[in-house]
C-alpha cells in the first residue's frame, strides 16, 4: 500500500544503493524532508531541504520536521504497468551547525524567473 507519495520508505543506517540511471530503473542520492503529517519530499541538493523544512516548521500547522540523507529510486513495474517509488531514508542533517552556510547559499541560487534552484554539484552517499 503507497505511503504517501510513495510505495514504500525504507529506514537505513548508512549504506544507500548505489546511484543508477539506465531504463526503466533510476535512484538518485539527495536529501527527503518530512513534516509531523508524515508526507516525504524529495531534493537533489541540501539547500532546499534545509529551506523547505525549516520554513514548513514556522508554520502554525506543522510541529516537527525532519531532513534526511536519501536516496529516491523509481523502478518499473513491468506487472503492474506502473513505476513504483521507494524512498531510502537515513541519518537526520537538520540542525546542523552549517545549516545557516546552506540556507545562505540557497538564498543566493534562487532565480526570480524559475522554480528551479541550480544544482552544482552530484550528491553521493556511502553507498554498498
Not at 539547500?47 to 508554520?59: D, Q, T, V, W
Not at 534562487?110 to 553521493?124: C, D, F, G, M, T
Request: net charge neutral; no cysteine; glycine share 8%.
Amino acid at each position: 500500500m503507497p505511503q504517501d507519495n510513495y510505495h514504500e520508505i525504507l529506514r537505513i543506517e548508512d549504506i544507500f544503493p548505489r546511484r543508477k540511471h539506465q531504463h526503466g530503473w533510476v535512484i538518485d542520492h539527495g536529501y527527503a524532508v518530512q513534516h509531523d503529517d508524515g508526507e516525504w519530499f524529495y531534493f537533489l541538493a541540501i539547500e532546499p531541504a534545509l529551506a523547505y523544512g525549516r520554513a514548513g516548521r514556522m508554520s502554525v500547522d506543522i510541529s516537527s520536521y525532519g531532513v534526511h540523507k536519501a536516496a529516491r529510486e523509481i523502478r518499473w513495474d513491468e506487472r503492474r504497468g506502473i513505476d513504483i517509488l521507494r524512498l531510502h531514508v537515513g541519518e537526520n542533517i537538520d540542525r546542523g551547525p552549517d545549516e545557516m552556510n546552506h540556507l545562505h547559499a540557497w538564498v543566493k541560487g534562487i532565480n526570480a524567473k524559475s522554480s528551479h534552484w541550480p544544482i552544482r554539484r552530484e550528491v553521493k552517499h556511502r553507498t554498498r
